[in-house]
């Protein structure tokens, strides 16, 4: 694939996410993109610094958690008038979620591996354990926020282009990290932090930076959650699934690859919005949700995206073998099955 | 602060230490053996205290002559998991995405059980869930302490096998060194595979033990998991004396802070000390120091 061909690829996936609202009208069709997008978001940022870094965190609700308290307590306080205004709170959410990212990252990133994966659960159970008891959150009660009093026949739009919004920064970020020599010292340490913190990275500050990163979109997404819910609990904002649910996404898709996030959210979060408004069961939707990662991750350990890629790649390199060998050879039989 | 509080902490500490020691015990044996994080065994737990609801429900059998039944069941859950998903993993990354694997079996196990049971709170019943007797001032549940009885027969039961047996020397060997074990000729898969199997067969003891002392539903299992975790990697992980102390240390802290301070605080108490630990020994109290810090 051209790299031109490449770029094509992503303007008609822009272009269909931005008409999608325009051509489905019905509300709650659009509420299941609003959620959609928040996650591709939290997904995509996630995966910026565990995938690259391979430092699986398991508690990235509490940025979550941060920005949507932020969006609450702010427009609260401040008796902000309900509406559009309030977007503004958003990349303030993100800004705190970063705030509280770096003396967290300084302290879990002192260890390693799966002892960096239980202590980033550690966190996020203080979190929201703090949320539910102190007073200023409002406790198990949660928090309303100023009432927006906007059509419900197109309440989501505005939300759904913020999150579209906060999915192309996440995105871009991404991207542009994964080019840098920064995203490359990343990628690094995922390989072997020894040998990189021997050959001169400053893995220490690397990870940090990473990780403080990735809070930022996340918290954004948060802030944006919050608004549009008008209500929030200190179980949902701080949630247990979400850690997992951002995690598996990534792997879902392709941990590390920068669509794969955004494909496996896409994915799973429509499904599992679908699932939940059609059945209003969501015991299904953890079921199905269990046994399709385990089917993925039997079968293709390294994610969908991945997993295409490298059959693409196998298929070309045989087609190459095939032409490079001697002239009478038979003709390729796989050529079809590339396109 | 009187006494009698603090004998009472003491107490907590010790018996329902004893029921989060075992299921952490476990956790930890699986992971030392396989280093593996079997992030199910909250949910595994609940499945237990279920299948033990089940069977009085439906068959009036109690509670303690249930496990004669549960404990096996649960084996056999267990080694099926190991089987099915545990057999192929191999690698650098095996730990990490045992932990992906195993929450998603949990999400399997949870969305299942709700359906079966509903998502109303149940809990355990019998004539003694309820009995207690005093010795001085403070008060002994029938349950808790038979709970701790249980635990520690099981708990020494696990330590003779661990360092009595045959079995028990391969499975020391392949906790020490895979390779090496495989070398002198032990069967490393078949010790993991009946590893997992006693790891998850504990959780009937202590999902019975936890059901009839609090009321569960599926989602419990996430509050069970988060201690569980808490208390192995306190303890260090890998270390079976690591987790009985931890388990018992973590009840006894949250009790305390709940005594002096509010019980509001009592869950959130282990996960900072948990956190302080860490940031001075980031292996856990008894763990092995595997990777350097940077």
């Not at chain 1, 705190?96 to 002192?110: C, E, N």
């Not at chain 1, 927006?148 to 990290?177: D, R």
């Not at chain 2, 292996?283 to 595997?290: D, E, H, M, P, V």
Request: glycine share 10%.
């Amino acid at each position: 694939m051209t790299s031109k061909l490449k770029y094509l690829w992503w303007v008609v996936a822009l272009a269909v996410f931005a008409v999608y609202p325009v051509v489905e009208t019905n509300p709650s069709d659009q509420t299941i993109g609003v959620y959609t997008l928040l996650f591709m978001a939290c997904a995509a940022s996630w995966n910026m610094f565990s995938g690259y870094s391979g430092y699986i965190a398991l508690g990235s609700s509490v940025f979550y958690g941060v920005g949507a308290y932020t969006m609450a307590l702010i427009s609260i306080h401040a008796h902000m008038a309900p509406g559009a205004a309030m977007f503004w709170l958003a990349p303030l959410g993100g800004l705190v979620a970063v705030a509280f990212a770096i003396p967290i990252g300084w302290i879990a990133l002192r260890v390693r591996r799966h002892t960096f994966v239980v202590i980033t659960i550690a966190i996020f159970f203080i979190f929201q354990l703090g949320a539910i008891n102190f007073n200023f959150t409002g406790g198990t009660g949660g928090l309303s926020l100023p009432f927006i009093q906007w059509n419900t026949s197109y309440y989501s739009v505005p939300f759904y282009y913020v999150a579209l919004g906060i999915v192309i920064f996440a995105t871009v970020l991404s991207a542009v990290v994964r080019r840098s020599r920064f995203g490359l010292q990343l990628m690094a340490i995922r390989d072997d932090e020894d040998r990189a913190l021997g050959l001169g990275v400053k893995v220490g500050a690397v990870k940090l930076t990473g990780f403080a990163l990735s809070a930022f979109a996340i918290g954004m997404a948060g802030a944006v959650y919050a608004m549009f819910q008008g209500q929030i609990y200190p179980q949902f904002v701080f949630d247990p699934t979400f850690d997992v649910s951002v995690a598996l996404m990534s792997f879902f898709g392709g941990l590390g690859t920068l669509t794969g996030p955004l494909l496996g959210a896409l994915v799973l979060e429509s499904a599992q919005q679908y699932l939940t408004a059609t059945y209003s069961n969501n015991s299904l939707y953890l079921i199905l949700f269990g046994a399709l990662f385990l089917i993925v991750i039997n079968f293709m350990p390294r994610g969908i995206v991945s997993f295409f890629i490298d059959r693409r790649r196998r298929a070309l390199a045989a087609v190459a073998a095939s032409a490079s060998a001697t002239p009478p050879a038979p003709a390729p039989s796989n050529v079809g099955s590339l396109v | 602060m009187n006494s009698t509080a603090l004998l009472s902490a003491a107490k907590d500490g010790i018996l329902t230490g004893s029921i989060y020691a075992l299921m952490a015990t476990g956790l930890t044996l699986i992971f030392g053996v396989m280093d593996l994080i079997n992030i199910a065994q909250g949910i595994l737990v609940i499945l237990g205290a279920y299948l033990s609801y089940a069977l009085q429900l439906h068959w009036h059998i109690d509670l303690f002559l249930g496990l004669l039944i549960t404990i096996p069941a649960m084996f056999v859950v267990g080694i099926v998991v190991e089987r099915l998903f545990f057999r192929r993993l191999t690698g650098p990354e095996k730990t990490g995405m045992s932990i992906l694997i195993t929450y998603a079996v949990s999400l399997l196990i949870e969305g299942t059980l709700n359906m079966v049971f509903s998502v109303n709170d149940v809990q355990l019943q019998a004539w003694y869930v309820n009995k207690s007797f005093a010795i001085g001032s403070v008060h002994f549940g029938f349950i808790y302490v038979a709970g701790f009885v249980l635990a520690a027969v099981l708990l020494s039961a696990l330590y003779f096998m661990l360092y009595r047996t045959r079995f028990g020397v391969s499975v020391r060997a392949s906790v020490a060194d895979q390779t090496s074990a495989a070398l002198v000729g032990i069967d490393v898969k078949r010790v993991s595979t009946i590893t997992f199997g006693i790891g998850v067969a504990v959780t009937a003891v202590g999902g019975m033990i936890y059901g009839a002392t609090n009321a569960f539903n599926a989602s419990s299992s996430y509050d069970l998991i988060s201690r569980l975790l808490t208390i192995i990697v306190l303890g260090g992980m890998g270390s079976l004396g690591g987790a009985m102390l931890a388990g018992v240390g973590m009840v006894f802290v949250g009790d305390m802070v709940g005594v002096i301070w509010s019980p509001i605080w009592s869950s959130m108490s282990y996960f900072i000390v948990l956190a302080v630990v860490l940031l001075f020994r980031p292996q856990g109290l008894f763990g092995k120091q595997s990777a350097r810090v940077a």
